[in-house]
C-alpha cells in the first residue's frame, strides 16, 4: 500500500490557475473500458481524427470483440488501416483480446468480453486497476491509465507527454521523475475530483502556450507559478517520488 501525501499549496495554486485559464472540463465517461482500451491502442502514434476513422471501421466490420479476436488478423489490419500502423496494432488488438479470454477461461466465467473486463476492473481498487490493465499484452502505464479515467472515471492520471512537460516545468514534479514515475507520484498527491481536469488543461496548456519548443512564457497565466522560469524553486514544490 502507498502513503498519501497532502497536495501541496503550490499544487492547488496551479490547479486553480489553469482552472482560471481553460475552464473545468467535465469527464462523460462511458464505461466500456474495452472499447477504450482498444481505441487508445489505435490512437497510439496518430491523430485523434485517424484513430477514430480506424475505430469505427473496426466496430462496423466486426460488431463484437468476440469476432475481431476470431478474425485473420489481415482483415483486422485492413480495417483499423486508417489509424496507422495496422500491421503492429491489429495483432496487439488480438493479444489483448486473447489474454481476456484465457483469464476468463481459468476462471470459468462465460461473460462477454467486453463485460468480462468491466467485471475484472470493478471488483479492483484505482490502484490495482492500473496494475491489472499493465498486465495485458502492450498496454503500458499512460494506456492503463487513460481507459481507467477516461472511461470509467476513476482517479488514475494519464502522464502523455504534455503533461510530463508542463509537469516539470511548473515545478509539480522534479526534474528526474520519468512519465511511468509520475502516474505513481500523481496517484498519490491528486484529490480524485482533481484528475480529469487537471490532466485536460496540462495537455491544453502544453499544446497553446508551452510548447516543447518555444514556450510563450511572456503571456503564460502561470508565470507566478513555474520553476522554469524561476518562480518557484522545484526543489521546494515538486514531488520526487
Ligand atoms: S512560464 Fe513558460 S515554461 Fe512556465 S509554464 Fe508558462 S509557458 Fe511553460
Not at 38 to 52: A, K, P, R, Y
Not at 55 to 83: C, H, K, M, N
Not at 176 to 196: C, F, M, Q, T
Request: one cysteine or more.
Amino acid at each position: 500500500m502507498t502513503t498519501s501525501l497532502i497536495p501541496t499549496v503550490h499544487l492547488a495554486r496551479v490547479y486553480e490557475a489553469l482552472i482560471a485559464a481553460y475552464g473545468e472540463p467535465v469527464n462523460q465517461p462511458d464505461n466500456d473500458p474495452l472499447g477504450g482500451l482498444v481505441g487508445t491502442i489505435l490512437s497510439q502514434h496518430t491523430s485523434d481524427i485517424n484513430s477514430g476513422r480506424a475505430y469505427q471501421q473496426l466496430i462496423t466490420t466486426f460488431p463484437t470483440w468476440e469476432e475481431v479476436r476470431d478474425a485473420p488478423t489481415y482483415l483486422v489490419a485492413d480495417a483499423i488501416r486508417s489509424g496507422g500502423l495496422a500491421n503492429v496494432k491489429a495483432p496487439r488488438i488480438q493479444d489483448v483480446l486473447q489474454t481476456l479470454t484465457d483469464q476468463q477461461q481459468i476462471q470459468e466465467g462465460t461473460q462477454t468480453l467486453s463485460a468480462y473486463l468491466s467485471t475484472e476492473l470493478a471488483k479492483r481498487t484505482t490502484e490495482e486497476a492500473w496494475a491489472y490493465l499493465r498486465t495485458l499484452p502492450g498496454v503500458g502505464p499512460k494506456t492503463a491509465a487513460c481507459v481507467l479515467m477516461f472511461n470509467l472515471d476513476r482517479a488514475s492520471m494519464p502522464v502523455d507527454t504534455h503533461v510530463w512537460r508542463t509537469s516539470q516545468r511548473l515545478g509539480l514534479i522534479g526534474p528526474k521523475v520519468s512519465a511511468d514515475k509520475a502516474h505513481l507520484i500523481y496517484a498519490r498527491v491528486l484529490p480524485p475530483e482533481w484528475v480529469y481536469p487537471l490532466h485536460v488543461n496540462l495537455i491544453t496548456h502544453g499544446r497553446k502556450i508551452c510548447h516543447a519548443q518555444r514556450p510563450e512564457c511572456s503571456r503564460c497565466p502561470l508565470y507566478s507559478e513555474c520553476a522554469y522560469v524561476g518562480s518557484v524553486n522545484a526543489q521546494e514544490t515538486a514531488f520526487s517520488g
